[in-house]
């Protein structure tokens, strides 16, 4: 059984930064696809970085120039989170595709991110 832990998540004020860890377990294949989404209250679950196979990436331009999203060995994803601002606070989720990367399939239980002012 596929299994996706994130970790990292906590409280910084405004102007600091954080960085996640996504582990995924349970898979005998690279993840080809992954990507980090976001959920605050009253908002829907909004996609805030993808990374694609050949290891190109895209943000949603709120965290364009502030946020990184890298893999590590192993099956582990990254977040780097820098310049966090309050609209940053969310339970943040590590997604992953299955192997033709078509659906974000797999999923996290989330890591809450919570930045004051």
């Known amino acids: 059984q596929v299994q996706l832990v994130e970790s990292g998540g906590g409280s910084v004020p405004a102007g600091g930064s954080l960085t996640l860890s996504c582990k995924i377990s349970?898979?005998?294949?690279?993840?080809?696809?992954m990507a980090w989404y976001r959920q605050s209250p009253g908002n829907g679950r909004e996609g805030v970085a993808h990374?694609?196979?050949?290891?190109?990436t895209s943000y949603t331009d709120s965290v364009k120039g502030r946020f990184i999203i890298s893999r590590g060995d192993a099956n582990t994803l990254y977040l780097q989170m820098k310049n966090l601002n309050p609209e940053d606070t969310a339970v943040y989720f590590c997604?992953?595709?299955?192997?033709?990367?078509?659906?974000?399939?797999?999923w996290g239980q989330g890591t809450q991110v919570t930045v004051s002012s």
């Open positions: 349970g898979a005998d294949w690279s993840m080809p696809c």
């Open positions: 990374i694609d196979s050949s290891g190109a």
């Open positions: 997604a992953a595709k299955e192997p033709l990367c078509t659906t974000y399939v797999y």
